[in-house]
C-alpha cells in the first residue's frame, strides 16, 4: 500500500493533488489526510463535485493557526459532504454507467462443494431485528444482474456461476434443521434469471412437491417466463418479484428487468395459478421517493387481487462493513452509498426515522382489503419500527415466524 499517496482509495486525480497539497501546507496527520481521501472516494463513487469545493473560503478560516486551521478545515468538510448523505439522494444529476451484458461460464460442481443450506442473514441472537427464521438455499451461486448494492458479488467468483451437477439427487437426500418450514432460494443468485436451463427449476418444483411441510419461495429481478408451462409449480413453490422505483430501477439495479416488465411476469405466473409474492426491497431514500413508490403500489394494486398474493414486505438498504468496502474500491460510479450509515446490529443503514417514514408511506397505500388479506412484513430491521410504521408489531421472532406461516400456508391450502 501506498502509505502517502494512499492508493488503495480511488479518487480522481484532481482531488489526489488537491489533498497533498493541503496536506503539505496545513501539516496534516496522516488520519486527517486519509480521511480527506476517504471522502474523495466517495465523492468520486457518486459523480459528485471536486474535494476542492467544500472546502472553506480562506475568511472562514481567518486568524486560525496550526492546529486549529486543519481542524477547522477538515471539520467543514466534513460537515458539508454529511449534508449531502442526510438528504434523499439527487439522482437527477447522475449519470448511470453502461454495463455490457457479459455471459458468465456456467461451472457445474458435484458432492458437497457447493454448500445448499444456510440461513437469513439476520443476527440469530438477542432479537435485535425482528426475524421470521428464514432458512436459504442456494441452488445457484452468483448472478449475472449489476446491482450496486448486492453483496453477491462480494461473495462469489465474478465470470462464473456455479450450478449443483447433482441436483436432483442432492435435493433428495438433503436434511434439514429440525423446525425448517420456509426456504428461500435468492439469497445467492436470481432465483429466475436462468430459468430451467439447467435444470434447476425442475429440481426444486420436484424438492417442493414432496415437501407439502415446506413454503419454497423464489426471488426475481427477472422478467424470464418460459418456464411457464414447462415447469409446473406445486402450490408450497411461489415465484415473487423485488420492486423498486424506476429511477432506483434505471440508475442501481442495472442489466435487471424495468418494473412494467417485472409486474407482467408475475402477472402471467398467477395466470397460471401460482401465487406471487412482491419485496420493495431496497427502498431507496432519493429526491421523488414518495411520488415514484405511490405510483408502484397503485400499479401493483390494479394488476393483482389480494386473493393472488400471498405476502409484500419492505426493507431497506443495509450494508456489512466489507460490502462497504468493496463498493468504495469499485470504479463502477453509484450514489447507493451517498446516506447517513447508521450502526444497526453489527451493520450500516439509514436512521430509523427515515426508515420508518418510507415504511408508513409505502404501507399507508396499500387498500385496506390488501392489508385484510395479504401478509405485510418488514424485513431485517427493529422491532422497534414495526408499530410506528404498520401499525402493528411482533413481541417476538417466534410469534412473527408462526403468524407468517399461518398466513402463508392459509392462502397456499386455499389452493389446493
Known amino acids: 500500500m501506498d502509505n502517502s499517496n494512499f492508493g488503495d482509495i480511488l479518487v480522481r486525480e484532481t482531488d489526489r493533488e488537491f489533498i497533498l497539497k493541503k496536506r503539505d501546507e496545513l501539516r496534516l496527520t496522516w488520519s486527517q489526510t486519509r480521511i480527506l481521501f476517504e471522502t474523495a472516494g466517495d465523492l468520486r463513487l457518486w459523480q459528485e463535485r471536486p474535494l476542492a469545493d467544500f472546502w472553506p473560503s480562506p475568511e472562514a478560516l481567518k486568524g486560525l493557526q496550526a492546529k486549529a486551521l486543519s481542524k477547522a478545515a477538515l471539520k467543514a468538510v466534513l460537515t458539508a459532504v454529511d449534508r449531502l448523505r442526510r438528504e434523499p439522494t439527487d439522482y437527477s444529476t447522475f449519470n448511470a454507467p453502461k454495463l455490457k451484458i457479459q455471459k458468465e461460464k456456467a461451472v457445474f460442481v458435484g458432492g458437497p462443494a457447493l454448500k445448499l443450506t444456510g440461513r437469513c442473514p439476520c443476527p440469530p441472537e438477542a432479537e435485535v431485528l425482528r426475524c421470521c427464521n428464514l432458512r436459504t438455499l442456494d441452488a445457484i451461486q452468483q448472478c449475472s444482474f449489476g446491482c450496486s448494492y448486492c453483496s453477491i458479488q462480494s461473495f462469489y467468483c465474478k465470470g462464473e456461476v456455479k450450478f ?30 436462468y430459468g430451467d436451463d439447467y435444470g ?11 415437501h407439502p411441510e415446506i413454503v419454497l419461495e423464489l426471488k426475481s429481478k427477472s422478467s424470464r ?6 415447469v409446473p409449480f406445486p402450490a408450497n413453490m411461489v415465484p415473487t418479484w423485488s420492486l423498486n422505483a424506476p429511477t432506483i430501477i434505471e440508475n442501481e439495479e442495472l442489466l435487471t428487468a424495468p418494473s412494467e416488465a417485472r409486474l407482467h411476469a408475475a402477472r402471467l405466473a398467477a395466470d397460471a395459478g401460482s401465487l406471487v409474492g412482491f419485496h420493495f426491497h431496497p427502498m431507496v431514500y432519493f429526491k421523488g421517493w414518495e411520488d415514484e413508490y405511490a405510483a408502484a403500489v397503485e400499479r401493483l394494486t390494479s394488476l393483482f387481487s389480494p386473493e393472488e398474493v400471498m405476502t409484500v414486505s419492505m426493507g431497506t438498504l443495509t450494508f456489512p462493513g466489507p460490502v462497504i468496502r468493496t463498493l468504495r474500491q469499485s470504479p ?5 452509498l451517498q446516506m447517513e450509515l447508521t450502526p444497526v446490529a453489527g451493520k450500516y443503514s439509514y436512521p430509523r426515522d427515515v426508515k420508518i417514514k418510507m415504511f408508513s408511506f409505502l404501507y399507508s397505500h396499500f387498500p ?43 392462502k397456499i391450502n386455499s389452493r389446493l
Not at 177 to 182: C, D, F, I, V, Y
Not at 225 to 230: C, E, P, R
Not at 374 to 394: A, Q
Open 164 to 193: 449443483p451437477s447433482d441436483l436432483p439427487a442432492r435435493l433428495e437426500s438433503l436434511e434439514l434443521p429440525e423446525g425448517t418450514w420456509h426456504l428461500g432460494t435468492g439469497q445467492s443468485s436470481d432465483s429466475l434469471l
Open 200 to 210: 434447476t427449476l425442475s429440481a426444486l418444483a420436484g424438492f417442493a412437491r414432496r
Open 225 to 230: 417466463t418460459d418456464w411457464l408451462g414447462k
Open 332 to 336: 463502477r460510479e453509484s450514489r447507493i
Open 368 to 410: 385496506r382489503e390488501w392489508k385484510e388479506h395479504v401478509f405485510f412484513y418488514i424485513c431485517m430491521e427493529e422491532p422497534e419500527i414495526w408499530l410506528p410504521s404498520l401499525g402493528f408489531e411482533y413481541d417476538s421472532n417466534a410469534a412473527f415466524e408462526a403468524a407468517m406461516k399461518e398466513a402463508y400456508f392459509s
